[in-house]
Structure formats: C-alpha cells, structure tokens
C-alpha cells in the first residue's frame, strides 16, 4: 500500500494527457484527448484521481472519506436508522477501502466529497452518459452500451454476454474513459447484510425519489448499459465525486 501512495505522490500535479480514439467501433479516425490527474483531499491526505470527460472532471476512485461527521455504523440493527448518514467498510473489513472505497448512506453520502467537488446529481449523469454517446464510447453501433467504456478492465466476475463488462470482448472499449469503475457492491439498509461486490457497482446522486429514496446509477458485470433507479437511502453504496 506504502508503495501504491508513493507512486501516487510522484505523480501527483503533474498532468497527464492520453490519446484514445473516439469510437469503440473503429468507424472513425478523429482522436479525443482525456484529461488526467491527480489531487489530494486535504481532510486526510488521501490522494485520488481525475478524469476530464466532456466539460466534466469527475474522480477515477470511489471515495474512502470515514471523517467524524458521518458515523460509521458496524452492527447491522443499527444501520437501519431514520438518519440516513452511517458509512462502513465492504464487510466491515477495512482492507477492501483501498480498492473499493466504502459504502454510504445517502445523508453521508451527501456530506463526504472534498471542498471544490459534490455528489453528482442526477442530471450530471445524465450528461456524462449523453456526453459518452456523442462521442462513440459504445459498441456494435448500439448507442447505449456505454457501460464497458465506463468499467475498469479487471475485479469484475466474468460474463458470457457479448460486450457486457465482465466479457474481455471489444478490447478497446474497455475502460475506454479511464473512469475505472469497480464492483464495491452494497449493504442493505434491512437487515444490514452485504451483495454484490465483485458482480455490481452502485453510486448515489444527490438526486431525491421519494422522502425515504434516492436515485443511483449502477453497472453490473452482465450488462452492456448504464442504469439508473430508486434505492432506500438506508442501503449502502459507493460514491463518486465530481468537481465544481
């Protein structure tokens, strides 16, 4: 781990530009430049990456803050709760942080990115899904399979399903975006239980549903899309920010 912060810390405010081709399709032979680099979150030292895609600079890790104004809530009788603003590790185990980030209840959720960026809302997703579209970040010329452009290349279960993000098919979509998106899975607000790493990855928006439900975007190792819904805001997810 000592060594994964010091690489991080080389790399740190130095700026980086990729070249990756604008269509997944091989159709075109423009080429788009992302944006990267790195920052750190002055609450504790952590140090993330960026990604610039469209006018959006959006993180390239799920978040790790666990600061004091959010609790963290182990027993699962009482992650179930009206406030809404417990984080815990994945499985309660703080190993998994590093990789995964950990898991927030919409409240935390709300209150734990770094000063200068927010929890993305509804509509910024959608704009980051419309930006990908526009410029080909999909295969088999089917505009809504964004999602293995979206999901890194490894930790994901495998799938048989063509262009799903656990298929090694279409090699050049493959975290196309270099938003590295991982399966960190969730943990229930009833009965407090944990699913789905390794098979799914959710991320809250500030977006309300209903007064007890928030919006999420989702990517699963089966699917070729992007997919958004309503979830208790007692469950626990991932999040990522984006900038201001």
Same mark, same amino acid.
């Given at each position: 781990?000592?060594?994964?912060? @010091?690489?991080?810390?080389?790399?740190?405010?130095? %700026?980086?530009?990729? /070249?990756?081709?604008?269509?997944?399709?091989?159709?075109?032979?423009?080429?788009?430049?992302?944006?990267?680099? &790195?920052?750190?979150?002055?609450?504790?030292?952590?140090? *993330?990456?960026?990604?610039?895609?469209?006018?959006?600079?959006?993180?390239?890790?799920? @978040?790790?803050?666990?600061?004091?104004?959010?609790?963290?809530?182990?027993?699962?009788?009482?992650?179930?709760?009206? &406030?809404?603003?417990?984080?815990?590790?994945?499985? &309660?185990?703080?190993?998994?942080?590093?990789?995964?980030?950990?898991? *927030?209840?919409?409240?935390?959720?709300?209150?734990?990115?770094?000063?200068?960026?927010?929890?993305?809302?509804?509509?910024?997703?959608?704009?980051?899904?419309?930006?990908?579209?526009?410029?080909? *970040?999909?295969?088999? $010329?089917?505009?809504?399979?964004?999602?293995?452009? @979206?999901?890194?290349?490894?930790?994901?279960?495998?799938?048989? *399903?063509?262009?799903?993000? /656990?298929?090694?098919?279409?090699?050049?979509?493959?975290?196309?975006?270099?938003?590295?998106?991982?399966?960190?899975?969730?943990?229930?607000?009833?009965?407090?239980? %944990?699913?789905?790493?390794?098979?799914?990855?959710?991320?809250?928006?500030?977006? $309300?549903?209903?007064?007890?439900?928030?919006?999420?975007?989702?990517?699963?190792?089966?699917?070729?899309?992007?997919?958004?819904? /309503?979830?208790?805001?007692?469950? /626990?997810?991932?999040?990522?920010?984006?900038?201001?």
């Amino acid at each position: 781990m000592k060594a994964i912060k @010091l690489t991080k810390l080389f790399l740190l405010g130095c %700026f980086m530009v990729i /070249g990756a081709l604008i269509s997944c399709n091989e159709v075109e032979d423009e080429e788009i430049i992302l944006e990267m680099g &790195n920052f750190v979150d002055s609450r504790d030292a952590t140090i *993330y990456g960026w990604v610039k895609l469209g006018e959006q600079v959006w993180m390239t890790e799920n @978040l790790k803050y666990t600061g004091s104004e959010i609790k963290h809530i182990t027993d699962k009788n009482e992650w179930y709760n009206d &406030n809404y603003d417990g984080w815990c590790f994945l499985d &309660n185990n703080p190993d998994y942080a590093d990789e995964y980030g950990v898991l *927030y209840q919409w409240e935390a959720a709300k209150l734990s990115c770094p000063d200068g960026w927010h929890l993305p809302s509804v509509k910024e997703w959608h704009q980051l899904e419309d930006y990908l579209i526009a410029n080909g *970040y999909y295969y088999n $010329d089917v505009p809504k399979n964004i999602a293995k452009s @979206l999901a890194s290349d490894f930790g994901w279960v495998e799938s048989t *399903y063509e262009g799903a993000i /656990g298929n090694s098919d279409y090699p050049d979509c493959r975290n196309k975006t270099n938003f590295s998106a991982l399966p960190g899975g969730k943990r229930y607000g009833y009965p407090g239980t %944990f699913n789905d790493i390794m098979f799914e990855g959710y991320w809250w928006t500030s977006t $309300d549903y209903k007064t007890s439900l928030a919006y999420l975007f989702s990517l699963s190792c089966d699917s070729t899309i992007l997919i958004s819904r /309503g979830e208790s805001k007692n469950d /626990g997810f991932s999040v990522r920010c984006i900038k201001n």
